[in-house]
């Protein structure tokens, strides 16, 4: 039986890939000075240090097994009050309104009444939450408006004239008026036509008046018909409400209102009086696109972020085709100036690396745009989000404003793959979701860039990587072709340890589906597939992404770097070719270079040993639990031939091992009563066995743990701080005794070492 044997403290520190990811909004406290907060998509809750310039996470004690903090939907504070936060948080499984005390140094949960997901519809507008006089007031994605005067102990449904997918809730200053926004879909006339979508209240949300609106686009460019509000502003004078209308909708139905659906058709600005207790409308101050000529106005492109600072108004585009704009206005939107727009107006200070233009098809990385606000104490101190991170002015008010980006501490960067390279000067390889890969040499350091075609441009979302361990600089990985098209998707070939990169040729020719497959793949953000290399670099493997799926029907494998390829055919027990096994990764042996795996999603093993030209089933004496796709982690042991880890995030620990000669496998499960490990990977050891790294539950406590026996014998190698939210890959430093590698789906790639 294993044990835990004790405790070894560990330090950790990001591998910086800074910002990243979608940061969906921020809050600055109106009374106190230096408190700002972010949320993020998938990376919960960030505090800024003003002291050391850096961005602290409120997560790190989430763990794996309940990831709710990591997706915060809306935040408030109490005005009152500078160390009170609240924010409300989901993955729909678990959801909770979070308050802390103390400035976000404690947190605790509270049931919310209905299921959210910060990563879901409605994400970047708001803010959905508020706090006043005591009273909190919620603003949910599908089920209405909610309010609870007991800090989220109970909560009451409010009915804003039935509608259920809201985008805001605003209270005035003096509390007398309630401004709330939706999506008009219960009030729709006809189920294409949005209904009112703009309403307030003057009696604390007893009832609630629709307020006049944009009259919608009816273009066969958008699926629904109407403008949703984004966000609003006050200056004392006037109200400001920045609006979007949806274009092809390719989730959410009508609840895919703002960016979320990638496809945002038109967007207006429009002006409001609050008088004798009700919003009326004023007019329309929608700033005129520089790019557009003549009367055309529809643009691919709404408009969200809404700031009012010293009596300055700024809003900003989102999801423009080209570079997203912040214009300034200081007659009350009579007139608009440009303060951002790409490498056109205004000056961004790149430092950080992989976001210079030469990086970027040669443009600014700026997009999704949803939120902008000045510090209430510094009128030339503003923060603007964006799908690659934070940047910030200290010089607002200027004619040339200058921006940099403002990243340090914030990693919510997705990483789906981590390895550890037995030689060469690179240490860690990096497989991360939207920005591809990076290369390590030097952990604290950044990389310059992350994966790229010869010219610099970058590909994206890699599922995975393989290199013999007798060569490492020969390294082949999977991404996707970027957004802009000027990558591909496929397989990459690097012959120098990821600094440099060929695209191989694909296999074309062997059947339609195929070649549908590869016409797929050639558009920008489509999966590539899955891939793998012998132990003597002399054969790469390809199993092609259908619709998300590996296809062993479309596996295929060639011995000169892509000029030339040949099908895998799979049989099954009997020798003979069975249905096709769905969704199967394909995994070299680490020692014998003609022997390769094939292990599919409910765990049917089978193996070659003609390098990957056929593959045979082999029957399990066990059945191994499985479940949801990516919660699992495979990997063949290096040094030692036909052993295959498999830790599936349900139940134990198991190790497959292959005897080539009597073509059969024996299974051992490592874990018991419960206990389970998420990821497993190896890294250097003690007496010629390597260093066993997982995360999972081991004697019934989560944590991270390391073994030197092949698990017989567990040390926790993290405390209950050290937890990181949801956890993808697991490996260990085949040269650093003790160094860990863990990637996550929230708070980037870390490294730990031994403290002690």
Excluded at 65 to 84: C, F
Excluded at 167 to 195: C, H, Q, Y
Excluded at 280 to 293: G, H, V
Excluded at 541 to 549: A, Y
Aim: charged residues 25%; hydrophobic residues 30%; negative net charge.
């Amino acid at each position: 039986m294993y044990k835990v044997t004790g405790k070894i403290p560990y330090m950790y520190k990001n591998c910086p890939v800074p910002g990243g990811g979608y940061v969906t909004g921020f809050v600055f406290h109106p009374n106190f000075r230096n408190i700002l907060y972010a949320r993020t998509d998938i990376g919960g809750m960030y505090r800024f240090s003003f002291e050391s310039g850096s961005w602290n996470s409120l997560c790190s004690r989430v763990t794996a097994e309940d990831t709710a903090q990591t997706y915060p939907l809306s935040m408030a504070l109490d005005e009152n009050d500078p160390d009170m936060l609240f924010f409300v948080c989901g993955n729909k499984k678990n959801n909770y309104l979070t308050l802390s005390r103390d400035g976000g140094k404690t947190l605790e949960n509270k049931p919310l009444p209905c299921p959210v997901h910060g990563n879901e519809a409605g994400r970047s507008t708001g803010e959905r939450l508020a706090y006043k006089n005591g009273v909190l007031w919620f603003a949910s994605q599908s089920a209405g408006l909610f309010t609870s005067s007991d800090m989220g102990e109970e909560w009451e449904s409010v009915s804003v004239n039935g509608e259920k997918n809201l985008t805001f809730i605003r209270i005035s200053p003096d509390g007398s008026i309630m401004l709330a926004g939706t999506d008009g879909e219960v009030n729709s006339p006809d189920g294409r036509k949005r209904g009112p979508t703009l309403y307030f209240s003057a009696d604390s949300g007893k009832s609630f008046t629709p307020v006049e609106t944009p009259e919608g686009c009816d273009d066969e460019s958008c699926d629904y018909i109407g403008f949703v509000p984004q966000k609003a502003a006050f200056d004392g004078s006037y109200l400001y409400i920045t609006f979007c209308q949806s274009g092809k909708i390719r989730f959410g139905g009508m609840g895919a209102y703002s960016c979320d659906t990638g496809s945002v058709f038109d967007g207006r600005v429009y002006r409001y009086i609050i008088k004798n207790g009700a919003v009326t409308f004023d007019r329309d101050i929608t700033p005129s696109d520089p790019s557009i000529s003549g009367e055309k106005r529809r643009i691919r492109g709404g408009y969200c972020a809404c700031e009012v600072s010293d009596g300055t108004l700024y809003v900003s585009t989102v999801c423009r085709e080209s570079d997203d704009i912040i214009y300034r206005s200081c007659d009350c939107g009579e007139s608009w100036s440009i303060v951002l727009k790409g490498l056109e107006v205004g000056v961004i200070d790149w430092t950080v690396s992989y976001m210079k233009p030469k990086y970027n098809g040669g443009r600014s990385c700026i997009h999704w745009i949803s939120d902008f606000r000045v510090s209430p104490f510094n009128k030339d101190f503003a923060v603007f989000n964006t799908g690659t991170g934070i940047f910030c002015t200290e010089n607002l008010t200027s004619e040339t404003v200058r921006f940099a980006p403002l990243c340090k501490g914030l990693e919510e960067t997705v990483h789906l793959n981590v390895y550890s390279p037995p030689g060469g000067d690179i240490h860690v390889i990096d497989i991360i979701g939207d920005l591809g890969g990076f290369a390590f040499k030097d952990p604290p350091a950044e990389c310059e860039n992350s994966f790229a075609d010869p010219e610099g441009n970058r590909y994206i979302t890699c599922l995975n990587a393989d290199f013999p361990d007798n060569d490492p600089k020969y390294v082949v990985c999977t991404p996707r072709g970027n957004w802009t098209g000027k990558t591909k998707g496929g397989v990459i070939l690097s012959h120098d340890q990821c600094r440099s990169w060929t695209r191989l040729p694909s296999p074309r020719g062997f059947t339609e589906e195929a070649d549908n497959a590869l016409d797929a793949i050639s558009q920008p953000n489509t999966d590539s597939g899955w891939t793998a290399v012998s132990a003597d670099s002399k054969r790469i493997i390809w199993t092609l992404s259908c619709k998300r799926v590996f296809r062993s029907d479309m596996t295929f494998f060639t011995d000169n770097e892509g000029l030339s390829w040949k099908r895998s055919e799979f049989y099954d027990i009997n020798g003979v070719s069975p249905e096709i096994p769905a969704d199967i990764k394909i995994f070299s042996d680490r020692t014998d270079e003609n022997v390769f795996y094939g292990i599919t999603e409910d765990y049917r093993f089978f193996a070659s040993c003609d390098k990957g030209g056929s593959f045979r089933e082999i029957k399990l004496d066990i059945s191994i639990p499985h479940g949801f796709r990516i919660k699992h982690e495979i990997r063949a042991e290096s040094g030692r031939f036909g052993r295959i880890w498999i830790a599936n995030g349900i139940d134990g620990l198991y190790l497959l091992e292959f005897d080539k000669e009597s073509f059969s496998v024996r299974i051992s499960n490592l874990l018991c009563g419960g206990d389970h490990a998420r990821c497993i990977g190896f890294g250097k050891g003690e007496n010629g066995i390597p260093a066993l790294f997982t995360v999972g539950r081991i004697c019934g406590k989560y944590g991270f743990y390391r073994s030197f026996d092949y698990g017989g014998t567990w040390s926790r190698i993290n405390s209950d701080d050290q937890c990181f939210g949801d956890i993808t890959s697991v490996c260990g430093d085949p040269r650093i005794y003790g160094r860990i590698y863990v990637a996550t789906g929230t708070r980037g790639l870390l490294y730990g070492d031994e403290s002690r």
